[in-house]
Structure formats: C-alpha cells, structure tokens
C-alpha cells in the first residue's frame, strides 16, 4: 500500500481539520478532485471514514499512535 505524493498531501491537510475546499484551494485542485484522492486513499487504508483514515495513515507513517 502506498499513496500517491498528491494523496499524502491530501491526508495531511485533512488530519490538520482542512475541509474539502479548503484542501482544493491549498492544492489548487477541485473539490472534486480532493474527492477522488480521498476516496482512493480511504481503499488502500482500509479506513472506514476520515478520521480512521487519519489514524490509519499516521500510525503507519510514525508507528503506534
């Protein structure tokens, strides 16, 4: 499993409290967009929503949270 650096970005922002077009606007990207990445993302964390996401993402970047 490994994310894409745009994917990165966005489960960054996201873990910051950014909400979607506050994360498009960052990126310069669409909401839509932000989106796809975070649904695409969510598959490969088999996170069940945002925040497991979050948690999912930084215990494997940083270990055991």
Do not use: C, W
Not at 10 to 31: C, H, M, R, W, Y
């Amino acid at each position: 499993m490994k994310l894409t650096p745009k994917e990165r970005d966005v489960i960054t922002l996201v873990a910051k409290g950014f909400a979607d077009k506050e994360i498009a606007n960052e990126l310069k990207i669409s909401p839509r967009t932000v989106q796809t990445h975070l649904s695409r993302l969510m598959l490969k964390l088999q996170a069940r929503n945002r925040a497991n996401a979050v948690a999912l993402f930084l215990n494997k970047k940083y270990g055991k949270i």
